[in-house]
């Protein structure tokens, strides 16, 4: 196996305290101030449970377009359930994405203070296993993603809950993606994914099928990531940089075309995202170590979303939406 070529990390150390646990934060936090990506090991997430998770992503994006397309529900710009071929692009971006998607989203109990704060998840009638292996692979990627964003918080010095905090029961999103393989009609400025950065705190993303995800050097040049069996990629987002006020930064990637245009690729990033009123105001504690000024505005996460959305082509209007790009 080639060696990772970012830095890996194992949950289970942050778990056991002490300097195992000093050593854990150091090194993701290094590597998110350095190059906003690490790999994780010792995550916790099951892997039957994403190897289910893949079998369903096939089985329903093979799926006839028509019966796919009952589940796209314009009013929802893209909230949840399926999106279509082509609907999204990267911010700036000339051409849109090659890709589909699915997107599932929190799912509180009635009795939940936030339980009206989101749309209800849809789940697709043909498969029967979609509703409870998703749900519960979004249970635990949001568990994993909280002892990350302690351990952020650790890293910079503010009490442990600071970023968790305003992450737990959030409006975290797990996206399945497919990449069908490109066609001869494609066009030509068309890329699986083009260079973005993400809009939220920390996502995770589950190993996909096939390569082609690439991060952006400082020197210009792109360098391949792929998460080795039982890894995670974690990568920080654009409202991580802001309230961190650039200390962690939020590095461009993209995914590129495969060299064989008949083979397809499925991958399940987790964005996980604060609650709408959440503030992103840059910390003090942040400002210190950034040289004083602050660089990134005060804003909440729901006015910061909805921002990236009309800039991304999922909303048009100032409804809150979901997503990340």
């Not at 910390?283 to 996460?301: E, F, Q």
Request: aromatic fraction near 8%; hydrophobic fraction near 40%.
């Amino acid at each position: 196996m080639a060696k990772q070529s970012i830095p890996v990390v194992n949950l289970n150390d942050f778990h056991a305290g002490g300097e195992r646990r000093k050593q854990f934060i150091d090194t993701m936090g290094s590597a998110l101030v350095d190059i906003g990506f690490f790999a994780l090991e010792g995550h916790g997430i099951s892997d039957t449970l994403i190897r289910s998770a893949y079998r369903l992503a096939e089985e329903f994006f093979l799926l006839p377009d028509a019966a796919k397309l009952r589940y796209e529900n314009a009013q929802l710009k893209g909230q949840r359930g399926y999106t279509s071929y082509g609907r999204e692009h990267a911010k700036d971006a000339v051409a849109p994405d090659l890709k589909e998607f699915w997107h599932v989203g929190q799912e509180l109990t009635a009795d939940h203070p936030m339980f009206h704060a989101y749309p209800r998840n849809i789940w697709p009638a043909e498969l029967a296993e979609f509703k409870p292996v998703y749900s519960e692979l979004y249970r635990q990627l949001e568990t994993c993603s909280l002892h990350l964003l302690e351990a952020c918080a650790s890293y910079v010095g503010e009490a442990q809950d600071r970023f968790a905090g305003i992450a737990r029961d959030g409006n975290s999103i797990l996206r399945v993606i497919h990449y069908p393989p490109v066609s001869s009609d494609a066009n030509p400025q068309s890329i699986r994914a083009a260079a973005h950065e993400d809009i939220n705190l920390i996502t995770l993303l589950c190993e996909a099928t096939a390569g082609g995800l690439e991060l952006l050097e400082r020197d210009g040049s792109w360098r391949p990531i792929e998460a080795h069996p039982g890894q995670i990629i974690v990568d920080s987002g654009d409202m991580l940089q802001n309230i961190s006020n650039g200390y962690f930064k939020s590095t461009t990637h993209r995914v590129v075309n495969p060299d064989n245009s008949r083979e397809r690729r499925f991958s399940m990033p987790f964005f996980v995202h604060p609650q709408s009123e959440a503030s992103l105001a840059p910390l003090a504690s942040c400002i210190a170590k950034t040289g004083g000024l602050m660089r990134y505005p005060p804003i909440t996460a729901g006015e910061y979303l909805q921002q990236r959305l009309r800039e991304i082509g999922l909303a048009e209007d100032k409804g809150t939406m979901i997503a990340s790009k």
